[in-house]
Protein backbone atom coordinates (compact mmCIF):
# COMPACT_ATOMS: atom_id res chain seq x y z
CA UNK A 1 0.00 0.00 0.00
CA UNK A 2 1.24 3.37 -0.72
CA UNK A 3 -0.91 5.29 1.71
CA UNK A 4 -2.99 6.58 -0.75
CA UNK A 5 -6.60 5.37 -0.84
CA UNK A 6 -9.32 6.34 -3.61
CA UNK A 7 -13.09 5.34 -3.32
CA UNK A 8 -14.83 4.14 -5.39
CA UNK A 9 -12.29 1.10 -7.12
CA UNK A 10 -15.42 0.81 -10.13
CA UNK A 11 -17.74 3.67 -11.22
CA UNK A 12 -20.24 2.94 -13.54
CA UNK A 13 -22.92 6.08 -14.16
CA UNK A 14 -24.96 7.22 -17.34
CA UNK A 15 -24.53 10.63 -18.39
CA UNK A 16 -27.16 12.73 -16.66
CA UNK A 17 -25.79 11.41 -13.27
CA UNK A 18 -23.61 13.30 -10.94
CA UNK A 19 -21.08 11.64 -8.57
CA UNK A 20 -17.83 12.00 -6.85
CA UNK A 21 -14.65 10.41 -6.52
CA UNK A 22 -12.71 10.60 -3.13
CA UNK A 23 -9.00 10.35 -2.52
CA UNK A 24 -7.36 10.36 1.37
CA UNK A 25 -4.15 10.71 1.69
CA UNK A 26 -2.41 9.23 5.21
CA UNK A 27 1.47 10.27 4.33
CA UNK A 28 1.27 13.62 5.55
CA UNK A 29 1.75 15.48 2.51
CA UNK A 30 0.58 19.21 1.11
CA UNK A 31 0.67 18.31 -2.57
CA UNK A 32 -2.66 16.00 -4.13
CA UNK A 33 -3.17 14.91 -8.02
CA UNK A 34 -5.73 14.22 -10.47
CA UNK A 35 -4.43 11.95 -13.27
CA UNK A 36 -6.30 10.43 -15.85
CA UNK A 37 -5.07 7.47 -17.91
CA UNK A 38 -6.93 6.43 -21.07
CA UNK A 39 -5.74 3.09 -23.05
CA UNK A 40 -2.88 3.40 -25.19
CA UNK A 41 -2.52 7.35 -24.38
CA UNK A 42 0.30 8.50 -22.29
CA UNK A 43 -1.04 9.09 -18.04
CA UNK A 44 -2.54 13.13 -18.32
CA UNK A 45 -2.27 15.73 -15.39
CA UNK A 46 -5.82 17.23 -14.72
CA UNK A 47 -5.29 19.18 -11.41
CA UNK A 48 -2.72 20.16 -8.80
CA UNK A 49 -3.79 21.44 -5.14
CA UNK A 50 -0.81 22.12 -2.98
CA UNK A 51 -1.35 23.37 0.48
CA UNK A 52 -5.33 23.07 -0.94
CA UNK A 53 -4.98 26.08 -3.39
CA UNK A 54 -5.07 24.82 -6.62
CA UNK A 55 -2.30 25.55 -8.72
CA UNK A 56 -2.84 23.73 -11.90
CA UNK A 57 -5.65 23.18 -13.90
CA UNK A 58 -4.82 21.22 -17.02
CA UNK A 59 -7.73 22.50 -19.09
CA UNK A 60 -10.14 20.40 -18.22
CA UNK A 61 -13.62 20.39 -19.33
CA UNK A 62 -15.69 22.18 -16.59
CA UNK A 63 -18.05 18.92 -15.84
CA UNK A 64 -15.11 17.61 -13.30
CA UNK A 65 -14.71 19.79 -10.85
CA UNK A 66 -12.17 19.15 -7.64
CA UNK A 67 -12.55 19.78 -4.30
CA UNK A 68 -9.49 19.67 -1.93
CA UNK A 69 -11.12 20.38 1.50
CA UNK A 70 -7.91 19.69 3.40
CA UNK A 71 -3.87 18.19 2.32
CA UNK A 72 -5.53 14.66 3.30
CA UNK A 73 -8.52 14.94 0.89
CA UNK A 74 -9.09 15.46 -2.66
CA UNK A 75 -12.46 15.45 -4.21
CA UNK A 76 -13.08 15.32 -8.27
CA UNK A 77 -17.16 15.95 -8.56
CA UNK A 78 -18.63 14.61 -12.07
CA UNK A 79 -21.24 15.24 -14.17
CA UNK A 80 -22.86 15.27 -17.52
CA UNK A 81 -19.88 13.33 -18.36
CA UNK A 82 -19.55 11.46 -21.88
CA UNK A 83 -18.54 8.49 -22.55
CA UNK A 84 -14.48 9.54 -24.13
CA UNK A 85 -14.43 10.13 -20.31
CA UNK A 86 -14.54 6.75 -19.12
CA UNK A 87 -10.99 5.88 -17.97
CA UNK A 88 -9.06 5.39 -15.12
CA UNK A 89 -8.70 8.53 -12.37
CA UNK A 90 -5.13 8.13 -10.45
CA UNK A 91 -4.56 10.21 -7.80
CA UNK A 92 -1.37 10.83 -6.15
CA UNK A 93 0.16 12.71 -3.13
CA UNK A 94 3.29 14.27 -2.52
CA UNK A 95 4.92 16.21 -0.17
CA UNK A 96 5.07 19.28 -1.73
CA UNK A 97 4.66 19.93 -5.43
CA UNK A 98 8.65 20.73 -5.98
CA UNK A 99 10.38 18.89 -8.79
CA UNK A 100 12.06 16.32 -7.07
CA UNK A 101 9.49 15.32 -5.49
CA UNK A 102 8.42 11.49 -6.37
CA UNK A 103 4.65 11.20 -5.95
CA UNK A 104 2.54 8.13 -4.25
CA UNK A 105 -0.56 7.14 -6.51
CA UNK A 106 -3.83 5.80 -5.31
CA UNK A 107 -4.81 2.48 -6.89
CA UNK A 108 -7.12 4.51 -9.17
CA UNK A 109 -11.43 4.54 -10.14
CA UNK A 110 -12.00 2.99 -13.13
CA UNK A 111 -14.78 4.78 -14.33
CA UNK A 112 -16.97 4.31 -17.24
CA UNK A 113 -19.71 6.34 -18.77
CA UNK A 114 -22.74 5.09 -20.54
CA UNK B 1 5.46 18.60 -26.68
CA UNK B 2 7.90 16.77 -23.62
CA UNK B 3 6.41 13.83 -23.91
CA UNK B 4 8.45 10.66 -22.94
CA UNK B 5 8.70 8.13 -25.72
CA UNK B 6 9.76 4.25 -23.94
CA UNK B 7 10.94 1.65 -26.42
CA UNK B 8 10.25 -0.93 -26.99
CA UNK B 9 5.95 -0.59 -26.50
CA UNK B 10 5.88 -4.23 -25.22
CA UNK B 11 8.74 -6.68 -24.28
CA UNK B 12 8.50 -10.69 -23.36
CA UNK B 13 11.51 -12.27 -21.30
CA UNK B 14 12.36 -15.08 -19.20
CA UNK B 15 12.48 -15.28 -15.78
CA UNK B 16 16.49 -14.47 -14.91
CA UNK B 17 16.71 -12.56 -18.22
CA UNK B 18 17.88 -8.98 -18.30
CA UNK B 19 15.03 -6.25 -19.62
CA UNK B 20 16.00 -2.99 -20.59
CA UNK B 21 13.87 0.09 -21.62
CA UNK B 22 14.11 3.33 -23.07
CA UNK B 23 12.96 6.53 -23.07
CA UNK B 24 13.30 9.54 -24.89
CA UNK B 25 12.08 13.05 -24.66
CA UNK B 26 12.34 16.63 -26.18
CA UNK B 27 13.50 19.53 -24.26
CA UNK B 28 15.98 20.35 -21.16
CA UNK B 29 14.96 18.41 -17.76
CA UNK B 30 15.66 19.08 -14.28
CA UNK B 31 15.15 15.39 -13.71
CA UNK B 32 13.91 12.29 -14.60
CA UNK B 33 11.55 9.49 -13.14
CA UNK B 34 10.66 6.23 -13.78
CA UNK B 35 7.37 4.62 -12.52
CA UNK B 36 5.70 1.08 -12.31
CA UNK B 37 2.32 0.31 -12.56
CA UNK B 38 0.67 -3.23 -12.30
CA UNK B 39 -2.06 -3.84 -14.57
CA UNK B 40 -5.29 -1.50 -13.63
CA UNK B 41 -3.58 -0.35 -10.46
CA UNK B 42 -1.37 3.03 -9.44
CA UNK B 43 1.82 3.70 -10.10
CA UNK B 44 4.59 3.34 -7.99
CA UNK B 45 7.49 5.24 -7.94
CA UNK B 46 11.09 3.42 -8.55
CA UNK B 47 14.13 5.64 -9.02
CA UNK B 48 14.76 9.46 -9.70
CA UNK B 49 17.39 10.22 -11.45
CA UNK B 50 19.23 14.10 -11.54
CA UNK B 51 19.74 15.76 -14.93
CA UNK B 52 23.74 16.07 -13.70
CA UNK B 53 23.21 12.48 -12.88
CA UNK B 54 24.91 9.25 -15.21
CA UNK B 55 23.50 6.46 -13.32
CA UNK B 56 21.90 5.17 -10.68
CA UNK B 57 20.89 2.08 -8.76
CA UNK B 58 18.47 0.50 -6.73
CA UNK B 59 18.73 -3.11 -5.42
CA UNK B 60 18.27 -4.91 -9.45
CA UNK B 61 17.39 -1.94 -11.03
CA UNK B 62 19.84 0.21 -13.05
CA UNK B 63 19.06 3.71 -14.54
CA UNK B 64 21.09 5.79 -17.14
CA UNK B 65 20.52 9.03 -18.40
CA UNK B 66 21.97 10.73 -21.12
CA UNK B 67 21.18 14.49 -22.03
CA UNK B 68 22.78 14.70 -24.70
CA UNK B 69 21.39 12.42 -26.87
CA UNK B 70 17.69 13.47 -24.43
CA UNK B 71 17.31 9.73 -23.46
CA UNK B 72 17.25 7.19 -20.24
CA UNK B 73 17.76 3.21 -19.82
CA UNK B 74 15.86 1.09 -17.33
CA UNK B 75 18.05 -2.30 -17.02
CA UNK B 76 16.02 -4.85 -14.61
CA UNK B 77 18.32 -7.47 -13.58
CA UNK B 78 17.62 -11.34 -13.05
CA UNK B 79 14.10 -10.27 -13.72
CA UNK B 80 11.22 -12.61 -12.02
CA UNK B 81 7.90 -13.11 -12.94
CA UNK B 82 6.40 -10.19 -10.52
CA UNK B 83 8.34 -7.71 -12.49
CA UNK B 84 5.36 -7.91 -14.82
CA UNK B 85 4.22 -4.77 -15.46
CA UNK B 86 3.78 -1.50 -17.26
CA UNK B 87 6.95 1.19 -16.78
CA UNK B 88 6.44 4.89 -17.21
CA UNK B 89 9.34 7.69 -17.42
CA UNK B 90 8.41 11.03 -16.37
CA UNK B 91 10.29 14.06 -16.80
CA UNK B 92 10.46 17.31 -15.07
CA UNK B 93 11.39 20.34 -17.23
CA UNK B 94 12.35 22.91 -14.52
CA UNK B 95 10.62 24.63 -11.76
CA UNK B 96 8.53 26.95 -13.81
CA UNK B 97 7.07 24.07 -15.69
CA UNK B 98 7.13 21.84 -12.75
CA UNK B 99 4.33 19.05 -14.11
CA UNK B 100 5.50 15.68 -14.07
CA UNK B 101 5.11 14.73 -18.07
CA UNK B 102 4.39 10.86 -18.53
CA UNK B 103 5.52 8.38 -21.43
CA UNK B 104 3.32 5.96 -22.78
CA UNK B 105 4.84 3.16 -21.29
CA UNK B 106 6.48 0.06 -21.80
CA UNK B 107 4.46 -3.25 -20.92
CA UNK B 108 6.89 -5.66 -19.69
CA UNK B 109 6.20 -9.53 -19.63
CA UNK B 110 7.75 -12.02 -17.63
CA UNK B 111 7.33 -15.62 -18.31
CA UNK B 112 8.27 -17.96 -15.32
Known amino acids: ETGVTQTPRHLVMGMTNKKSLKCEQH?????MYWYKQSAKKPLELMFV???????ENNSVPSRFSPECPNSSHLFLHLHTLQPEDSALYLC?????????????FGPGTRLTVL | SQQGEEDPQALSIQEGENATMNCSYK?????LQWYRQNSGRGLVHLIL?????REKHSGRLRVTLDTSKKSSSLLITASRAADTASYFC????????????FGTGTRLQVFP
Open chain 2, 49 to 53: IRSNE
Open chain 1, 92 to 104: ASSQDSGISREQF
Open chain 2, 27 to 31: TSINN
Open chain 1, 27 to 31: LGHNA
Open chain 1, 49 to 55: YNFKEQT
Open chain 2, 90 to 101: ATVMDEVTDKLI
